[in-house]
């Protein structure tokens, strides 16, 4: 009789106890079975790979009081409605019940009484949130992904300096990955010793992997001042003259918006959320979190936009982010037009797209010809065939590292914010979305993307099907590595 070898049983064990794991954890099938592939392909390091990266974890402490925490401010600063139903949207029933549904998932109901501008140059960005911590009386937020101190960042960092040495309330949450140099810098040293609380989201570390992924990032980018003005967008705290210029992908073009009015306050519940899990220790008493619950402004603004913010990750109890992008695509009903620097779409996205170019919808997605990433570029492409055959247009931008995140639907519903076109930020990065009902910013939207397009090559579907068989292999290889990127 031949005995089976013991480290074979081990594997055996190994597969059996985790594939149980992830059975039960009930995840897309795509996702489910790339994960048993690798746990089954790779006898130990499988393992260790899917407990560093595969399981869906931020904390069990924040799964659990963060959305007490976020309730309270949202009582604090008055962001809960009790008219909701009565609430009228200058949108179709579709999007209106859309909106309802987003309001009782997360808290964050339809804003009114706002303005919002945006601003698409790096310069105009910067200098508007230099200038607005200038003015800034009482208190200055900011939260992002990627901090670099260069360029024209250097203004920002010193407007905050001063603001904190005359008195402002500043924090700042940047995130332990996408910051590290930052967190590790002069500046750092330089903000707290003016006054500045730094925090840095979502630490790194050993010990911490054991009880929460190491992967998850905080990809969230918002500046709040006085709780009247916020920013929001795609741009990263950097100056794309200096940022990655090794990478010969261009300069990175963004988008950003700058809000005034009630919705302000939606930005700063998700901003002292965020910052109390990585800066308040244990405390979260009442008293604890009363230090940052501030008085709203009564100022009024002749504009009316109506805003609703929708903060996305595993924080949350459901996936609500991906569920609404997917509704929105069924329901176009003349255009859709994505705009996005990682498209790596999952077969529900890919239908969504495909039903509404065979409805009759006018369908364009605009990602940068050069990208940052390999195997994003290649699992992206292998979605493609159906795209094209379905009728969709597909351009790459081509004059720099196109960044931008928008959706826009109908040329008068709008999405932008933090989120790509990808299962990461679907499911595992913090990331932060403002659905934007009104007109007039949709115009202002289309002239940017716009302007994108003008500088963009349609991809042929004749040009494309002339591929080579490499190319092919490369695209159905990292395909299976889709639902992981």
């Given at each position: 009789?031949?005995?089976?070898?013991?480290?074979?049983?081990?594997?055996?064990?190994?597969?059996?106890?985790?594939?149980?794991?992830?059975?039960?954890?009930?995840?897309?099938?795509?996702?489910?079975?790339?994960?048993l592939i690798i746990i089954a392909a790779l006898p130990i390091g499988g393992a260790?790979?899917?407990?560093?990266?595969?399981?869906?974890?931020?904390?069990?402490?924040?799964?659990?009081?963060?959305?007490?925490?976020?309730?309270?401010?949202?009582?604090?600063?008055?962001?809960?409605?009790?008219?909701?139903?009565?609430?009228?949207?200058?949108?179709?029933?579709?999007?209106?019940?859309?909106?309802?549904?987003?309001?009782?998932?997360?808290?964050?109901?339809?804003?009114?009484?706002?303005?919002?501008?945006?601003?698409?140059?790096?310069?105009?960005?910067?200098?508007?949130?230099?200038?607005?911590?200038?003015?800034?009386?009482?208190?200055?937020?900011?939260?992002?992904?990627?901090?670099?101190?260069?360029?024209?960042?250097?203004?920002?960092?010193?407007?905050?300096?001063?603001?904190?040495?005359?008195?402002?309330?500043?924090?700042?949450?940047?995130?332990?990955?996408?910051?590290?140099?930052?967190?590790?810098?002069?500046?750092?040293?330089?903000?707290e010793a003016a006054g500045v609380e730094i925090a840095s989201s979502l630490e790194?570390?050993?010990?911490?992997?054991?009880?929460?992924?190491?992967?998850?990032?905080?990809?969230?980018?918002?500046?709040?001042?006085?709780?009247?003005?916020?920013?929001?967008?795609?741009?990263?705290?950097?100056?794309?003259?200096?940022?990655?210029?090794?990478?010969?992908?261009?300069?990175?073009?963004?988008?950003?918006?700058?809000?005034?009015?009630?919705?302000?306050?939606?930005?700063?519940?998700?901003?002292?959320?965020?910052?109390?899990?990585?800066?308040?220790?244990?405390?979260?008493?009442?008293?604890?979190?009363?230090?940052?619950?501030?008085?709203?402004?009564?100022?009024?603004?002749?504009?009316?936009?109506?805003?609703?913010?929708?903060?996305?990750?595993?924080?949350?109890?459901?996936?609500?982010?991906?569920?609404?992008?997917?509704?929105?695509?069924?329901?176009?009903?003349?255009?859709?037009?994505?705009?996005?620097?990682?498209?790596?779409?999952?077969?529900?996205?890919?239908?969504?797209?495909?039903?509404?170019?065979?409805?009759?919808?006018?369908v364009k997605i605009i990602i940068p010809q050069r990208i940052d990433s390999i195997?994003?570029?290649?699992?992206?492409?292998?979605?493609?065939?159906?795209?094209?055959?379905?009728?969709?247009?597909?351009?790459?931008?081509?004059?720099?590292?196109?960044?931008?995140?928008?959706?826009?639907?109908?040329?008068?519903?709008?999405?932008?914010?933090?989120?790509?076109?990808?299962?990461?930020?679907?499911?595992?990065?913090?990331?932060?979305?403002?659905?934007?009902?009104?007109?007039?910013?949709?115009?202002?939207?289309?002239?940017?993307?716009?302007?994108?397009?003008?500088?963009?090559?349609?991809?042929?579907?004749?040009?494309?099907?002339?591929?080579?068989?490499?190319?092919?292999?490369?695209?159905?290889?990292?395909?299976?590595?889709?639902?992981?990127?």
């Amino acid at each position: 009789m031949t005995s089976i070898p013991f480290t074979i049983i081990i594997h055996l064990l190994v597969v059996l106890g985790l594939g149980l794991r992830i059975l039960y954890r009930r995840m897309a099938v795509n996702t489910t079975l790339a994960w048993l592939i690798i746990i089954a392909a790779l006898p130990i390091g499988g393992a260790a790979f899917y407990f560093l990266f595969g399981d869906h974890r931020l904390g069990r402490k924040r799964l659990k009081i963060g959305e007490r925490i976020r309730s309270f401010y949202q009582d604090a600063y008055d962001v809960t409605s009790k008219n909701l139903d009565s609430f009228d949207l200058d949108v179709s029933p579709f999007f209106t019940d859309l909106s309802h549904i987003v309001s009782r998932e997360t808290g964050f109901h339809p804003s009114t009484g706002n303005e919002i501008r945006l601003f698409d140059e790096a310069g105009h960005i910067l200098s508007a949130i230099t200038e607005d911590i200038d003015n800034a009386k009482h208190s200055c937020l900011l939260e992002f992904y990627i901090v670099e101190a260069k360029g024209r960042v250097i203004h920002v960092l010193e407007a905050l300096e001063r603001a904190a040495q005359r008195g402002v309330e500043c924090r700042f949450l940047a995130d332990d990955i996408g910051s590290r140099k930052f967190l590790k810098s002069d500046w750092r040293k330089r903000l707290e010793a003016a006054g500045v609380e730094i925090a840095s989201s979502l630490e790194v570390g050993i010990i911490k992997s054991f009880s929460k992924r190491t992967d998850l990032r905080n990809h969230r980018k918002l500046v709040i001042i006085d709780l009247a003005i916020g920013y929001i967008g795609s741009s990263n705290l950097v100056d794309p003259v200096e940022f990655k210029k090794d990478a010969d992908v261009g300069q990175w073009i963004d988008i950003m918006a700058r809000l005034e009015g009630h919705v302000a306050s939606s930005l700063a519940v998700v901003f002292n959320t965020d910052f109390i899990f990585d800066k308040n220790g244990n405390d979260y008493s009442k008293d604890s979190l009363n230090q940052f619950a501030q008085q709203i402004p009564s100022t009024k603004f002749p504009r009316d936009a109506v805003l609703q913010l929708i903060p996305s990750g595993p924080e949350m109890r459901t996936s609500l982010i991906y569920e609404v992008v997917v509704a929105a695509l069924y329901g176009a009903q003349s255009s859709i037009v994505i705009v996005t620097p990682y498209f790596v779409p999952d077969q529900a996205l890919v239908m969504a797209l495909t039903n509404a170019a065979r409805r009759g919808i006018d369908v364009k997605i605009i990602i940068p010809q050069r990208i940052d990433s390999i195997m994003a570029r290649y699992a992206s492409e292998a979605s493609y065939d159906a795209l094209l055959e379905a009728g969709v247009m597909i351009k790459h931008y081509q004059s720099g590292m196109l960044h931008t995140k928008a959706i826009q639907i109908d040329e008068h519903i709008s999405f932008i914010g933090t989120l790509n076109m990808d299962m990461r930020s679907f499911y595992l990065n913090l990331e932060v979305t403002l659905a934007v009902y009104d007109k007039d910013f949709a115009l202002r939207l289309k002239e940017t993307i716009d302007h994108y397009i003008d500088r963009a090559k349609i991809l042929e579907p004749e040009a494309w099907a002339r591929r080579s068989k490499v190319k092919r292999f490369k695209e159905n290889v990292l395909r299976l590595a889709a639902p992981l990127l």
